[in-house]
Each structure stands twice: as structure tokens, then as C-alpha cells.
């Protein structure tokens, strides 16, 4: 016991003189410095050095500019930088809330809601299936932005407002297409947009919310038509195990089976996934 004791001493001891050697060579060979900098009409004055170092020698002078826009003050260069940033972080919901993507998942989540497999297909595939779904069902649309708003952006033609404008269009009258008329009221009489004419007095931020809640609506009636087949199951395989005395089976574990081979001979996976993309014609 004593040596083991003594063994726990000595290494605390090591551990601690590394510790107080590491902090005094820190100390020692990092050298204060000070850094001053000023803008002055566009020129940046340096002025960096050690507490005792000479004046006159520059070899170790820590120096930075900074020049913001085109020099003149602005800051253009910085505002644009930081819209790129945030367009790039709100690239997913873009996807995700003004596209397919909401009913397609939803269904799909449904389905396997249904079949009772709990994890399968796992989360990634329904969600690399459902990306692959919305490129394919939105691919006219993409190309439609790509034609009459990037291509002219990058080659000088239109502004960035005229490049944003027309690339909102055909996602607009995407949205138009699928939303209730009954969600787009609601939301114009909360915003106070009494006189519309046409599509174009509609203002975004009303239409996007009344897309989303018009896609759950579509989702959700897609799926209980789902649900339907795969619950008759379930009360047919309850009752026949209540009547048998089984009361201490669950019941899905016995219809799992059973609705997992109603799938597939209806052909499950082609049958709602054509109905889903046609929902959208």
C-alpha cells in the first residue's frame, strides 16, 4: 500500500513540474507585441514593434489594412458578402418549403407509418428519394430560372432586383398552381390585401405560407388513403387473434408480414410514387 502510495506521489509531482515548466517557456517565448493601425484617407499608418525594440527596424512589424468596397467608405463589398452567406444558409428551407419536397416526404413517411417497419427505409433514403423526386418534378421550373435569371445575371444583362424578380416568377406560378384558394384567403385577410386582380398582387410572403399549409393538406389526404388498406389488415389479424384466445401476441407483430406482401403485390413503391408526381400536374 505504501508503494503504491507513493507511486500516485510521484507521479502527481511529474505531472505538476510539466505543467509549471510548460506555463514558464510560454511565458518566456511568446514576446508581447503591440499593433496600432489607422486609416487615414484611404493610406493605413503602421506602427508595430516590441516595447524595447529600435524604431528604425521594421524586420518584425506586424501590420493589416483594411480597405472596405471600392475605397471610398462603403460598405458594398462586406453587405454583399454577408447576403451570399445568408442565401447559402437558407438554401435548404428554400428547398425544402418552395418545391415538392414537403408533400413528397410526408407521403413517404406515411407509407412506412403504414407498413409498421418503424426504420425502414431509413430517414436517408426517404429523404435522397424525395431530393431525387423534387429535381425531376421541378426540373422545367429550374430550367425556367436558369434561362431568363442566372444566364442573364452572369453575362451583365439585368440587374440582380430584375435577376431576383424574374427568378421568383416560375416558382411563383409553381405555387399558385398547388394552393388552396381557401389558405391563400386566409392569409390575405391577415396581411390586409383586400383588392386583388391577378397573380402579381399577391405578395410573397402571403403566398408561401398558404403553399405550405395547401402541401400538408395534400399530404396528409394522400395518406390516410394509405393508411386505409393497411388498417383493415391490422382489424382482421386483431379480431382473428382475439377469437383464437391470443390475447398476448400483438397484433403486429402477425399483420406486419401481411401488409409488407400486400405491398409488394400491388406494386406499392410504383403505384404511389406515380400518383404522388401526377398530383402535381
Not at 108 to 114: G, N, Y
Amino acid at each position: 500500500m505504501t508503494s503504491k502510495c507513493n507511486l500516485n506521489d510521484k507521479k502527481i509531482f511529474l505531472t505538476g513540474l510539466f505543467v509549471i515548466m510548460a506555463l514558464v517557456l510560454t511565458f518566456f517565448c511568446v514576446a508581447p507585441k503591440k499593433v496600432y493601425a489607422s486609416e487615414v484617407n484611404g493610406t493605413t499608418k503602421e506602427s508595430t514593434a516590441t516595447t524595447n525594440s529600435n524604431k528604425g527596424e521594421n524586420n518584425n512589424d506586424i501590420s493589416f489594412s483594411f480597405n472596405s468596397g471600392d475605397g471610398t467608405g462603403s460598405l458594398s463589398a462586406t453587405l454583399k458578402m454577408l447576403l451570399i452567406l445568408t442565401l447559402i444558409t437558407l438554401a435548404p428551407s428554400i428547398l425544402i418549403m418552395l418545391t415538392s419536397f414537403i408533400r413528397i416526404i410526408v407521403v413517404l413517411h406515411f407509407v412506412r407509418s403504414a407498413l409498421g417497419t418503424q426504420t425502414t427505409p431509413p430517414n436517408q433514403v426517404l429523404i435522397g428519394l424525395a431530393l431525387f423526386l423534387t429535381l425531376f418534378i421541378m426540373s422545367p421550373i429550374i430550367t425556367n430560372i436558369n434561362t431568363n435569371a442566372v444566364q442573364p445575371l452572369s453575362k451583365g444583362e439585368i440587374t440582380q432586383e430584375q435577376a431576383f424578380t424574374q427568378g421568383m416568377e416560375p416558382l411563383r406560378d409553381f405555387m399558385f398552381d398547388q394552393t388552396n384558394e381557401k389558405d391563400m384567403q386566409l392569409f390575405l385577410d391577415i396581411a390586409g390585401v383586400t383588392e386583388v386582380n391577378d397573380r402579381a398582387d399577391v405578395p410573397s410572403t402571403a403566398l408561401i405560407p398558404a403553399f405550405i399549409i395547401s402541401e400538408l393538406r395534400a399530404a396528409f389526404i394522400i395518406g390516410f388513403l394509405i393508411y386505409i388498406p393497411f388498417l383493415i389488415i391490422d382489424m382482421v389479424v386483431a379480431s382473428t387473434l382475439m377469437s383464437m384466445g391470443m390475447m398476448m401476441l400483438p397484433p403486429t407483430t402477425i399483420s406486419m408480414p401481411f401488409k409488407i406482401l400486400l405491398f409488394i403485390m400491388a406494386d406499392g413503391w410504383n403505384l404511389i410514387i406515380g400518383s404522388v408526381i401526377k398530383s402535381f400536374y
